[in-house]
């Protein structure tokens, strides 16, 4: 079966901290997908990074940077310089691809608060 | 563009009450998908629908839940007889998702807060 770990239930830090958060995944599959969403206050889930298990380039997309890991099977999500604005639960998924079902397999979720 | 919509927003009821949940997918996205969020965990997979058909209704919990989408667009989760565990965030998400490839992003709906008294 597969699993994402998140083991960091909640994460607080003051504004301009670098913050990381931690994924561990576990899957029979070769192919698969991973992804970070996150969760504001007002419950909607905001799609951060998808990466597919053939390619582990680390990917920077501003504040925000990926570590994709396939020989710890860990993909973990860091802020640099965070801000109040980044205050959010943040999940991780995993793809599993069952007769062409997207099912997306969550982590717990890591409750981030930026302090000002 | 229009978003995922799900509505009610919020929903109380009483126990063995049946309640209908309403998804409008994005115009065009084949693949809706709707999952279950409880307090302080992640979402967790309901069902997956392909156009009209339930292509995998694994994650259901129990029979007194129900799902059909039957013009391929909008959906509908119906629980019947609910009970106090079934409170919780429902989501109903939909992607463009063409011949089962894995990896497109799925666009999640603000979500309905089922109570149950």
């Known amino acids: 079966a597969q699993k994402v770990t998140q083991a960091q239930t909640e994460i607080s830090v003051v504004e301009k901290e670098d913050v990381t958060l931690d994924c561990v995944y576990e899957?029979?599959?070769?192919?698969?997908?991973l992804f970070w969403y996150k969760q504001p206050p007002s419950g909607e889930l905001v799609f951060l990074i998808r990466?597919?298990?053939?390619?582990?380039q680390n990917e920077i997309s501003g504040r925000y940077s990926w570590n994709f890991q396939k020989s710890t099977s860990s993909f973990n999500f860091t802020i640099t310089a965070s801000q109040v604005v980044d205050s959010a639960v943040y999940f991780c998924?995993?793809?599993?691809?069952?007769?062409?079902?997207?099912?997306?397999?969550f982590g717990q979720g890591t409750r981030l608060t930026i302090n000002p | 563009g229009a978003g995922v919509s799900q509505t009610p927003s919020n929903k109380v009821t009483e126990k063995g009450k049946y309640v209908e949940l309403r998804c409008d997918p994005i115009?065009?996205?084949?693949?809706l998908y709707w999952y279950r969020q409880s307090l302080g965990q992640g979402p967790e997979f309901l069902i997956y629908?392909?156009?009209?058909?339930?292509?995998?209704d694994s994650g259901l919990p129990n029979d007194r839940f129900f799902a059909v989408r039957p013009e391929g667009s909008v959906s509908t989760l119906k629980i019947q007889r609910t009970e106090r565990g079934d409170s919780a965030v429902y989501l109903c998400?939909?992607?463009?998702?063409?011949?089962?490839?894995?990896?497109?992003?799925?666009?999640f709906g603000p979500g309905t807060r089922l109570t149950v008294l």
């Open positions: 998400a939909s992607s463009p998702d063409i011949g089962g490839r894995s990896y497109n992003e799925q666009f």
């Open positions: 899957t029979r599959d070769t192919t698969y997908y």
């Open positions: 990466r597919n298990s053939f390619d582990e």
């Open positions: 998924a995993l793809s599993e691809a069952v007769q062409g079902a997207q099912k997306l397999v």
């Open positions: 115009s065009g996205h084949t693949a």
């Open positions: 629908f392909q156009g009209t058909g339930a292509a995998d």
